[in-house]
C-alpha cells in the first residue's frame, strides 16, 4: 500500500493550498481517508475525515470553514483544499486510511510520506 500525498509548499497567510493523495496497492473506496497534520514540536493531530462515498465529511474544529476534504474514487486520490490559510497551520501535513470514521491517528491502518506546508505571516 502506498499513500502519496504533494501540493504542500510555502503560502502567505491568507492564501490557498490544494494538497492531494494518491493511494495504490488497496481497494480504495473501502476506506475511510483522513489527514492528519503535525507542526514542529507538537503531536500529531486530527484535521478531517471523508467516509467511503464522500458522502460525509468531519473537520477539526480550528480548521472548520477554511479546510474541506474530497475525494475522487475513480482516482484513488483524496484532496485537501485549504483557503484562509493562517501561520499556525504551518505543519507536514499526512493522509491516511482507516477502515472505520474515526479521529484517532492509531485506528488509521495506512500512511503517507507527508506534505510540509508553510504559512509565512
Known amino acids: 500500500v502506498q499513500l502519496q500525498a504533494s501540493g504542500g509548499g510555502l503560502v502567505q497567510a491568507g492564501g490557498s493550498l490544494r494538497l492531494s493523495c494518491a493511494a495504490s496497492g488497496l481497494t480504495f473506496s473501502r476506506y475511510v481517508m483522513g489527514w492528519f497534520r503535525q507542526a514542529p514540536g507538537k503531536e500529531r493531530e486530527f484535521v478531517a475525515t471523508?467516509?467511503?462515498?464522500?458522502?460525509?465529511?468531519y473537520y477539526a474544529n480550528s480548521v472548520k470553514g477554511r479546510f474541506t476534504i474530497s475525494r475522487d474514487n475513480a482516482k484513488n486520490t483524496v484532496y485537501l483544499q485549504m483557503t484562509s490559510l493562517k501561520p499556525e497551520d504551518t505543519a507536514v501535513y499526512y493522509c491516511a486510511a482507516s477502515s472505520t470514521v474515526v479521529d484517532t491517528a492509531t485506528k488509521y491502518d495506512y500512511w503517507g510520506q507527508g506534505t510540509l506546508v508553510t504559512v509565512s505571516s
Open positions: 471523508i467516509t467511503w462515498s464522500g458522502s460525509s465529511t
